[in-house]
T-cell receptor, first 109, second 114 residues
Framework: DTGVSQNPRHKITKRGQNVTFRCDPISEHNRLYWYRQTLGQGPEFLTYFQNEAQLEKSRLLSDRFSAERPKGSFSTLEIQRTEQGDSAMYLC???????FGPGTRLTVT | GQQLNQSPQSMFIQEGEDVSMNCTSSSIFNTWLWYKQDPGEGPVLLIALYKAGELTSNGRLTAQFGITRKDSFLNISASIPSDVGIYFCAGRSDGSSNTGKLIFGQGTTLQVKP
């Protein structure tokens, strides 16, 4: 499978816990994006990497969120001290054209 | 900030009917993309438009990039049950100072009655 993959597909966590998601982009795609999608809405941009450099962060990305792409290949998105408002689908996309992964559905109880 | 207005919000049609949906923006985009999303899955790219006035087809789907660069539409001809899903438009501003992030519309939910 040469598409974008994301793990886990689903995550249920208790408020206050930390969670980490992983995205494996299409190989050789140097651009990687994270988006968040809540029910009934379109995806909203969170952050962008070109290779290992994080070049843009949305105002949606509070200081509890951190993203990395250490070797310019896979990326991780960590949420610390989760809140119920963090419940959403977290999507990863790689470019040059933005192909999306299946997403990680986060539920914070 | 930039916003996309997508309409209609939902459609319920009979199998075999044609469907049309559109997206308008307050800002100019250099690229328009149309995606389809099934429940619990990520958006799947259907059509990409790169030039104002461009008309592009992908099977039964046809999309156009408006000449003002502030709008786009998607048509689906002869709908079938598997067309059910949520369709999103997305705009992108390209160029050396842009990161290529997408701005999405709110989506059009399509239901097809067999």
């Amino acid at each position: 499978d040469t598409g974008v993959s994301q793990n886990p597909r689903h995550k249920i966590t208790k408020r206050g816990q930390n969670v980490t998601f992983r995205c494996d982009p299409i190989s050789e795609h140097n651009r990687l994006y994270w988006y968040r999608q809540t029910l009934g809405q379109g995806p909203e941009f969170l952050t962008y990497f070109q290779n290992e450099a994080q070049l843009e962060k949305s105002r949606l990305l509070s200081d509890r969120f951190s993203a990395e792409r250490p070797k310019g290949s896979f990326s991780t998105l960590e949420i610390q001290r989760t809140e119920q408002g963090d419940s959403a689908m977290y999507l990863c996309a790689s470019s040059p054209e933005q192909y999306f992964g299946p997403g990680t559905r986060l539920t914070v109880t | 900030g930039q916003q996309l207005n997508q309409s209609p919000q939902s459609m319920f049609i009979q199998e075999g009917e044609d469907v049309s949906m559109n997206c308008t923006s307050s800002s100019i985009f250099n690229t328009w993309l149309w995606y389809k999303q099934d429940p619990g899955e990520g958006p799947v790219l259907l059509i990409a438009l790169y030039k104002a006035g461009e008309l592009t087809s992908n099977g039964r789907l046809t999309a156009q990039f408006g000449i003002t660069r502030k709008d786009s539409f998607l048509n689906i001809s002869a709908s079938i049950p598997s067309d059910v899903g949520i369709y999103f438009c997305a705009g992108r501003s390209d160029g050396s100072s842009n990161t290529g992030k997408l701005i999405f519309g709110q989506g059009t939910t399509l239901q097809v009655k067999p």
